[in-house]
């Protein structure tokens, strides 16, 4: 038999008719080629028939490890629905080809880049090698779907070129910074429509744990960070964070401009690979991050960015978080400022010191800029934005 390695993983390829004449040499040559091996899959792309003595041995097998089959044909695929073995072992089908020559560009960002295939449907090419990660943000978007949030229904995962790629239906829409540029002169009814849907986002809870507590990704950066701080930094930041009260609201994580749609006047996410659950503190603190901290030493981040000067940049995050906590007595919602200062270059001195995202000669002075702030932040120096 054929065999292959991807990303650790034994791949055995199966090929031409299983049947009760062929099941049981073929079971010994499987776990001869097995060994002592705990990660292995099967390659169906050159099976042709499976028959129910083949569907037991792959359950027998199951028992021992949790095992996948890809590249499985339509007809194969047809066997595994109609059995019910699809809802018992993950079958993957072939990926289909995509190619973007022509398509319009309607957004970019760090993970990848969005092009429209039609007016129904878009296709997110990611600069991610790893296909768990891109399965995990399609499996996120689906959930968050079932969820009831507002966003891009994901149909399937493609090649594109060298590239992977996701494919979303989202019917008639405009990319939220175009948007948002076509109508300056309006910015004011814009900063409360951001700010709403934001807060419907935060309104939709989940206990499941399908998402990942967004305060647990914060403190391991925190932790990554730590050769550049003080113990008395470190420790009153760990001390402060472990305080933020711990919620269940659905946490984009990124929720800036270039990752929400506009269709027929609802907003909708796209790039649902940050979603994760917690205080809704932090989802301003990343805002905080894209609108603010990255302007502060190239003043034109912005603009290469989001096509915004630091002004109306500055501007469309201050007003956005007041409408946000507009019920806030004042002293309250300057605690929550000073919070989102600090959550804000956490992640930031993460992104730049441990990451190393940005522009390299500006990385010393964006490190000691962030660790300033974090220590007067300490001493109680700061007061807010």
Known sequence: MEKYIENDILYICLKGRISSDNVDALEVEIRNLIGDRT????????????????????????????????????????????????????????????????????????????????????????????????EIEVAKAKDAFLLGIPTAIPFDIVKVGDKYGAVFELIKSTNCNEYFLRHLNQAEEFYKKYAEFIKSIHSVETKDNIFPKIKDMYLEQLKAVKNVLSDEVYYKLFEDLNKIADMYSVIHGDIQLKNL???????????????????????????????????????????????????????????????????????????????IEMLGNIRFLFLIYSVGIGIPELRETRIRDSVETLEKYVKGETNGF
């Open 39 to 134: 990660e292995y899959a099967f390659d169906a792309e050159k099976l042709e028939y499976i028959s129910s003595a083949g569907l037991r041995l792959l359950l027998k097998l199951k028992k021992d490890n949790d095992i996948m089959v890809v590249n499985v044909s339509s007809a194969i695929y047809e066997i595994f629905e109609m059995t019910g073995f699809s809802k018992i072992i993950k079958i993957k089908r072939p990926m289909r080809q995509l190619a973007i020559e022509g398509y319009e560009k309607i957004g970019e960002g760090a993970m990848g880049t969005v092009y429209r295939i039609d007016s129904d449907t878009i296709v997110k090419v990611y600069n991610l090698e790893d296909l768990c990660n891109i």
């Open 261 to 339: 749609m506009i269709s027929d006047e609802e907003i909708v996410l796209i790039d649902m690979e940050t979603l994760s659950v917690g205080n809704p503190i932090f989802e301003f603190a990343g805002l905080y991050m894209t609108y603010i901290l990255f302007n502060k030493h190239e003043p034109n981040n912005t603009e290469k960015f989001l096509g915004i000067n630091k002004d109306t940049s500055s501007q469309l995050f201050y007003s956005t978080v007041r409408n946000y906590y507009n019920y806030l007595p004042y002293e309250e919602y300057n605690s929550v400022l000073k919070q």
